[in-house]
């Protein structure tokens, strides 16, 4: 069984490519989450071995579940997705313990490479 990562973004359209890109190169989608505060939530029951993470999203945005994630487990890798390259953002995200951060629209050969950088 390959690594499993859990998949979380407000797009569901954002979820399925994410979760077929991930799931062709021989990851388990560990589960899903619509907003930050599910995120957490499902973080928590499944241990998953990374997140992947929308930062603009309702009820608790990525950066905020990012920081509870990394409070409950020091060592979780998360990586950050957004639209927007929005240079503050990243900036908090990594200082936030963020591994990498991918920039939607995203090529599947990026997101593999950033997978691959935190979890191998």
């Not at 990498?100 to 490479?113: G, N």
Request: hydrophobic fraction near 50%; glycine fraction near 6%.
């Amino acid at each position: 069984m390959g690594k499993s990562i859990l998949i979380c973004d407000d797009a569901a359209f954002m979820r399925m490519m994410i979760k077929d890109i991930l799931s062709k190169n021989g990851y388990t989608i560990a589960g899903e989450a619509e907003n930050g505060a599910k995120a957490v939530e499902k973080f928590n029951e499944v241990k998953p071995d990374l997140v992947m993470m929308d930062i603009t999203m309702p009820e608790m945005d990525g950066i905020q579940a990012l920081k509870k994630i990394k409070s409950v487990d020091a060592d979780a890798n998360v990586i950050m997705c957004s639209a927007m390259g929005q240079q503050a953002m990243v900036i908090e995200s990594i200082q936030s313990g963020a591994k990498d951060f991918i920039v939607k629209p995203f090529q599947a050969d990026r997101v593999l490479e950033a997978v691959k950088k935190a979890i191998g």
